[in-house]
């Protein structure tokens, strides 16, 4: 059951370089989210995308954009890194039923350091 | 804006002490109030839903409850194993509150 992957588990990125984080669920969920957690800040949504070819900003979505590429897959693009993004980066899925959202499923995180 | 805050940020807790950890909102049109563990180095991993007032979930030694306002996770006669971040979220984009980080000690 692979439920949520997300790649790379781990990167370190020189400031003002480009990566792109992966993530892949295989359970059939409409909506997606991208947060990021950093020590005693919880977690801080980036964008979401409520279904395939939509896509929103969260709480802090400056510095990155997202593609929903189809249903399984939601992409965060780091145009220019810099230190301040420096964090742990969770994907997420859920499947809403109706008016009600059902719980969401998370990845492992990618550790990601900008130097 | 829609906001969520949970209560106290840090608790330490004697091996059998029980407590509660609060998780305060206010949202535009709950869609449900979510409880999450977080164990360090690991994604959240998903405890309980509420979707009314007055509704209680129970999970071993956790009881979770909804009020129109805040809801509380209860941990009665805790274990070190019960260690962890405790995290609430609501609404539609699944906003997540700083926290709660609970030490239980032997």
Known sequence: ?115 | EDQVTQSPEALRLQEGESSSLNCSYTVSGLRGLFWYRQDPGKGPEFLFTLYSAGEEKEKERLKATLTKKESFLHITAPKPEDSATYLCACTGKLIFGQGTTLQVKP
Not at chain 1, 90 to 101: E, I, L, R, V
């Open chain 1, 1 to 115: 059951n692979a439920g949520v992957t997300q790649t790379p588990k781990f990167q370190v990125l020189k400031t003002g370089q480009s990566m792109t984080l992966q993530c892949a669920q295989d359970m059939n969920h409409n909506s997606m989210y991208w947060y990021r957690q950093d020590p005693g800040m919880g977690l801080r949504l980036i964008y979401y995308s409520a279904s395939e070819g939509t896509t929103d900003k969260g709480e802090v979505p400056n510095g990155y954009n997202v593609s929903r590429l189809n249903k399984r897959e939601f992409s965060l693009r780091l145009e220019s890194a810099a230190p301040s993004q420096t964090s742990v980066y969770f994907c997420a899925s859920s499947k809403p039923g109706g008016t009600m959202n059902t719980e969401a499923f998370f990845g492992q995180g990618t550790r990601l350091t900008v130097v």
